[in-house]
């Protein structure tokens, strides 16, 4: 298993990396900024071609993409501080979703880091576990009626309903349809091609979603800073640095924004795939059912998530085969060195989570959905502490992760202990893999339920 070294004994020129040039290079760029079925094929072929380290440089724009566990432990984890997050993520959402933790760098993005943190924390986790349960109860009643059901379009409810709930702290009533609404449209605007402020398009509802969203929390921040609630919201007005200062009105609202949005379609989406494979393994899910039985509770408590092994590989392994953020980009801000060549500053630079947990080198079968890789009998995660990152790493690190995994065991639970469920015979998940991992056809399933 070579893995280029960030810094050989000899370096050759960026104008020498290689890369797909003409018609195909162009196809990529385009590519790269929209909704695509397969992302995997063409890096796993950039890869065979090329080695490393790809470069697709169009004259006016580079990009350089970095394949392996060590590229990702170099771009991640970012020793040297060369590279912006804020750069590239702004140019992505930065009009809908601005100044959320990964669009900021440097000693900015570990102040707020650190701020935040305080949201995150396991008593607080705790207490957003046992807002959730309720919901999840409620809504998987309400699965069991349904005639028709699409795992994806009914999750992304669930979880969007919790989002609300949890990080807002209210019964909003019908106004949650409303914030629902309007939080869609921002969504949906964030991955729009045609970004004018003009009625009608994508982007203008986006836009207005944001404005109703600034309003909505704007209004209700003084009250929640006398409330000492336990919502994420209530929490974010109430969290100070070490001086003891508070976030300011403004940026609690973009936090509160940016963090309902990373924690909803990423969270959907490993659910969704989850379910997928469960479905496709009946053996498998009989196995997880067997441990959420063995658990003993109908609703699982915040130190059950732990307890739950073959559940925690399931999980794993179905967030290998399908992560939710394919690729990760940085730029650039300064020149640098990797596996032997010489990379521009200004250059996007990209590493693939999706690439690097399809290697054969690093992964057995890398195909096959296998949670038991992950048992402690095989470890094959632990081969490199950056083949497995569909959380990212480094200071960007995912702030969630302990979140979603809660909300993920919290609802697979649940659903487990009421329902058998199943898809179609000899059916396979048309996966569209960018910009985040979903079905195309919304994943139909039936759920029988359990005696
Ligand atoms: C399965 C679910 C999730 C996946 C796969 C996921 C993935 C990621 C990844 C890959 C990053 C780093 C991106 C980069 O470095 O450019 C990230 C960052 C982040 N995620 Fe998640 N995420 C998930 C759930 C959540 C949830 C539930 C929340 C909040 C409740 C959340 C909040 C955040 C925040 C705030 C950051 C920015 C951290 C920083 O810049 O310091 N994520 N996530």
Not at 36 to 62: C, K, N, Y
Not at 209 to 236: H, P, T
Not at 297 to 320: G, N, V, Y
Not at 329 to 348: C, D, K, S, V, W
């Amino acid at each position: 298993m070579s893995e280029p070294a960030a810094t050989p004994a000899t370096t050759r020129p960026f104008s020498e990396v290689p890369g797909p040039g003409g018609l195909r290079m162009i196809r990529n760029l385009i590519n790269a900024t929209g909704q695509r079925v397969d992302m995997l094929t063409p890096l796993s072929r950039m890869h065979q071609e090329f080695g490393a380290v790809a470069a697709q440089s169009s004259g006016l724009f580079d990009m350089v993409n970095l394949f392996g566990p060590e590229a990702n432990r170099f771009v991640l984890m970012d020793k040297d501080g060369i590279f912006s997050s804020r750069k590239p993520w702004t140019q992505i959402m930065g009009r809908i979703f601005p100044n959320g933790l990964l669009l900021r760098d440097g000693e900015d993005h570990r102040h707020h880091r650190r701020i935040l943190h305080q949201a995150f924390r396991r008593p607080v986790l705790r207490s957003y576990l046992e807002r959730m349960n309720p919901m999840i109860e409620a809504t998987l009643t309400d699965w069991g009626k349904r005639e028709d059901l699409h795992a994806f379009p009914a999750i992304k409810e669930l979880t969007l309903d919790m989002a609300c709930h949890i990080f807002l702290g209210e019964d909003l009533g019908p106004e949650t349809r409303r914030l629902n609404g309007a939080f869609e449209d921002m969504v949906a605007a964030s991955m729009s091609r045609i970004r004018l402020r003009i009625p009608g398009l994508e982007f203008y509802r986006g836009l207005r979603g944001r404005e109703f969203m600034i309003a909505f929390l704007g209004d209700r921040i003084e009250k929640k800073r006398a409330s000492g609630g336990s919502d994420m919201f209530s929490l974010l007005c109430c969290a100070e640095d070490e001086e003891g200062n508070r976030l300011a009105d403004q940026d609690v609202i973009d936090h509160m924004i940016f963090a309902m949005m990373a924690a909803h379609d990423t969270t959907t989406s490993t659910l969704t795939s989850i379910t997928y494979e469960l479905a496709r393994n009946p053996e498998w899910q009989e196995r997880v059912r067997e441990e959420s039985f063995a658990v003993g509770r109908e609703q699982i408590e915040f130190e059950d998530i732990d307890r739950m092994p073959s559940l925690t590989w399931a999980m794993k392994e179905t967030m290998r085969r399908y992560p939710p953020l394919p690729v990760i980009p940085r730029i650039a801000l300064e020149p640098f060195e990797f596996g032997g060549y010489e990379i521009r500053a200004g250059a996007l630079v990209v590493v693939s989570p999706i690439h690097t947990h399809h290697m054969p080198e690093w992964w057995s079968a890398p195909f096959t959905w296998d949670p038991e890789r992950f048992s402690p009998e095989r470890q094959e995660d632990a081969r490199h502490t950056f083949q497995w990152v569909p959380f990212g790493g480094g200071p960007h690190h995912c702030l969630g992760f302990k979140f979603a995994e809660t909300q993920i065991k919290g609802v697979l639970h649940q659903l487990l202990r009421r329902y058998r469920w199943s898809v179609p015979g000899g059916y396979r998940m048309p996966v569209q893999q960018a910009p985040i991992s979903k079905p195309r056809d919304g994943l139909p399933i039936s759920l029988q339920p359990l005696p």
